[in-house]
């Protein structure tokens, strides 16, 4: 047992998440990705954007961008900055999860996904040492089993 918390279990010969489970052996490219960002995050700044830049060109066209004053133009410019922290807030409350992906005969597989950067990082780890464990034939350290060298008297 490499790993074990409520709903996934990583041992020597098979990782399970939930309902899935694979053969340890059949796992292959393994690699580590981030996510999609939080869609409620990616609309906001999306409809907030197309509203800002509607507003400024609606003023653009209809010439009012010649009467604004020097402080209008500095709001202006701060309100062009509300996408950017949307952005930011939204990475900064829902950042994107953590995925492991791997390979599985031809087909890529989503393996594990999660918002905690710890738990994603100890499933990983122990994923990678059960496929280590695999390829080098076992788990005894090779050291551990040998007899050492003694001078003889």
């Known amino acids: 047992m490499l790993y074990a918390r409520p709903?996934?279990?990583?041992?020597?010969?098979?990782?399970?998440?939930?309902?899935?489970?694979?053969?340890?052996?059949?796992?292959?490219?393994?690699?580590?990705?981030?996510?999609?960002?939080?869609?409620?995050?990616?609309?906001?700044?999306?409809?907030?954007?197309?509203?800002?830049?509607?507003?400024?060109?609606?003023?653009?066209?209809?010439?009012?961008?010649?009467?604004?004053?020097?402080?209008?133009?500095?709001?202006?410019?701060?309100?062009?900055?509300?996408?950017?922290l949307l952005a930011a807030a939204g990475d900064r409350w829902r950042p994107p999860p953590y995925e492991l992906w791997g390979r599985r005969g031809e087909v890529e597989e989503l393996l594990f996904s999660s918002d905690d950067e710890q738990q994603f990082g100890q499933v990983s780890r122990a994923l990678r040492r059960a496929r280590e464990m695999n390829s080098y034939g076992g788990w005894e350290d090779p050291l551990a089993t040998v007899d050492p060298w003694r001078p003889g008297r």
Request: charged share 15%.
């Open 7 to 84: 709903g996934i279990i990583v041992t020597a010969d098979r990782f399970t998440v939930g309902r899935s489970s694979w053969r340890v052996a059949e796992l292959t490219h393994l690699h580590t990705t981030r996510g999609d960002h939080d869609p409620v995050a990616a609309r906001a700044v999306l409809v907030s954007t197309v509203v800002i830049g509607g507003i400024g060109l609606l003023l653009g066209f209809t010439g009012g961008l010649h009467r604004l004053t020097a402080e209008a133009y500095l709001l202006l410019g701060a309100v062009f900055l509300v996408p950017v």
